[in-house]
């Protein structure tokens, strides 16, 4: 057995907590879990059921915590986990996995598939069974600080264009202000109108607000390969940073595991509490406009649709925020079928996206969102996650739809009303 695989295994078997004891125990194999799960319902192929997908770690499950599986261990009648087994699920547990949560949702017994999912992960990169442009966007996460390589001067020529077409000054590395916000990668590299969007409004509403130069990029890449110890070196950044200009709260990018990091994951990857809150961007806006903070003055009539990310809605609970900000600016917004906490996912997150591999397969599934959008008929589809917006995108362009893809954010601040006195610095 080679140095890794005996890692990798070392690790799976001490990523068995009680929770994945009680979840393997508990598993009726009923099968619903694969209905909900694009990757099968788009292939009908059995081995994307995300039960399936943890096989290698059920059995070491099996043979080291239970009576039986010990007996046939010891007789032989168990097989062991190979590398060549490993090498086989890297695709089942990378490629065919967003990590979006709803099979989860759908487990009679309540079993979160996707906690599984994540500590299957952590054996399968000790083991060196990882996608290689996954392994390539975490090194640049950690080197650089960014999967996508931006760096603090991309930020800067985005500030200095936003302060020349504003005539507003961005806050770099103010100490004392009430909020520090932070972007992720596709939103500096490919989505930087989201800078003088969000100036714009802060400045209406009054926002004391502030970027940090060491702590400005959100997407964690630890979090979607599996690796907790990355997870917390940049969840880390970001909390220093923080706790240096001594910020009230930090805000979340539209990136749906930066969400999930820095929000619900980040004290217990870095051992501690905050002493600053989470809030997501568009929590932030919509706090505003109950406040009367976030004044619109018009409205855009095209027929547009929202489409949910998945660790914003599913797994965060923010629901009705973009819809009450879609409310004010957006009369002729519509559902899809199935939005809110059952919309389908993407088919690009928990670090597919950075998987060219897995390009053939994630659009094969965007069937799923184009049956959405089908049965819609919009110009315009609004979501809140840039990851997203990119996969979107994709796919749209793929499937030859005339369907334009745009950030909420944006859109709120294309309808803002004129300029008054504001209390912002």
């Known amino acids: 057995m080679s140095t890794s695989l005996q890692r990798g295994i070392d690790t799976l078997i001490g990523q068995i907590d009680a929770p994945i004891a009680s979840f393997f125990t508990s598993c009726v194999h009923c099968g619903l879990c694969a209905d909900a799960c694009l990757f099968y319902t788009e292939t009908n192929d059995p081995k994307y ?9 059920r059995r070491l499950w099996q043979q080291e915590y239970t009576f039986w599986g010990k007996l046939m261990k010891q007789v032989g009648l168990s097989k062991p986990v190979t ?17 979006c949560g709803r099979c989860s949702l759908v487990c009679p017994v309540g079993n979160d598939i996707v906690y599984m999912v994540r500590k299957m992960r952590e054996g399968m990169v000790a083991s060196g069974h990882a996608p290689e442009g996954l392994k390539g966007a975490t090194q640049r996460a950690v080197e650089l600080g960014s999967p996508m390589g931006v760096t603090l ?14 005539g507003l000054t961005v806050p770099l590395d103010k100490e004392g202000a009430d909020y520090m916000l932070v972007l992720s990668s596709a939103e500096v590299a490919d989505y930087s109108e989201i800078v003088t969007a969000v100036t714009r409004i802060f400045h209406q509403a009054g926002v004391s607000w502030t970027f940090a130069s060491d702590g400005f990029e959100g997407t964690n890449s630890g979090i979607q390969i599996g690796s ?11 909390v220093r940073a923080a706790e240096r200009l001594r910020v009230k709260y930090v805000i979340s990018p539209e990136c749906g595991h930066a969400y999930t990091a820095l929000r619900w994951e980040g004290p217990n990857l870095i051992g501690r509490a905050y002493p600053f809150e989470v809030i997501h961007i568009i929590e932030l806006l919509d706090q505003l406009r109950s406040e009367g903070r976030l004044r619109t003055d018009s409205v855009d009539e095209t027929r547009m649709t929202f489409h949910d990310p998945c660790q914003m809605v599913r797994r965060g609970g923010v629901i009705e925020q973009p819809r009450n900000l879609l409310k004010q600016v957006a009369p002729n917004f519509v559902e899809m079928p199935e939005a809110g906490v059952q919309n389908w996912c993407c088919g690009g997150g928990g670090g597919v996206a950075a998987n060219p591999r897995a390009e053939p397969l994630r659009l094969q599934v965007f069937s799923r969102k184009k049956a959405q959008l ?14 997203c917006r990119t996969m979107l995108l994709d796919g749209l362009e793929h499937n030859r739809m005339d369907v334009e893809v745009i950030g909420l954010t944006e859109l709120v601040a294309e309808h803002l009303a004129p300029e008054e006195k504001s209390n912002a610095d």
């Open 228 to 238: 907790s110890d990355l997870a917390a070196e940049l969840v880390g950044r970001i």
């Open 153 to 166: 001067n991309t930020l800067m020529a985005h500030i200095r264009h936003t302060e020349k077409e504003t």
């Open 49 to 57: 059921t995300p039960i399936h997908k943890l096989e290698p770690m």
């Open 83 to 99: 590398d060549e087994e490993l090498a086989e699920w890297e695709p089942l547990v990378y490629d065919s996995c967003t990590l």
């Open 374 to 387: 089908d049965a819609v008929n919009v110009k315009t589809m609004v979501t809140s996650c840039s990851n």
